[in-house]
């Protein structure tokens, strides 16, 4: 188990390429309703990495801060990103 010195956390599994699972302690702003996590959502729909990471941060956008504004910025950012990435 990786120990992420988050105060509230929770345990997650991860599927690794040789099918071992790996237990990872995530902060409770990615928890969701009915035991989902952001990671739960992005495996799920097969995101790449800077739409994954853009669905994360949309996530937590309203739970990790004060104000969702850096959060959000950072999602439009790697939309962006990826924007770039198909449009190349």
């Known amino acids: 188990m990786v120990n ?3 105060t509230e956390t929770r345990t997650d599994e991860l ?3 040789e099918d071992k699972n790996i237990k990872v302690d995530t902060p409770s702003y990615y928890d969701g309703k ?4 952001a990671i739960d959502v992005v495996n799920n729909f097969d995101l790449n990495y800077n739409l994954g ?11 990790k801060h ?7 910025q950072k ?4 939309l962006q990103f990826e924007l770039n990435k198909i449009n190349q």
């Open 34 to 37: 009915n035991n989902y996590t």
């Open 53 to 63: 990471t853009a669905c994360t941060y949309i996530l937590r956008a309203y739970r």
């Open 75 to 78: 999602a439009i950012n790697h």
């Open 4 to 6: 992420m010195n988050y």
């Open 66 to 72: 004060n104000t969702p504004n850096e959060d959000l």
């Open 15 to 17: 599927q690794c390429t």
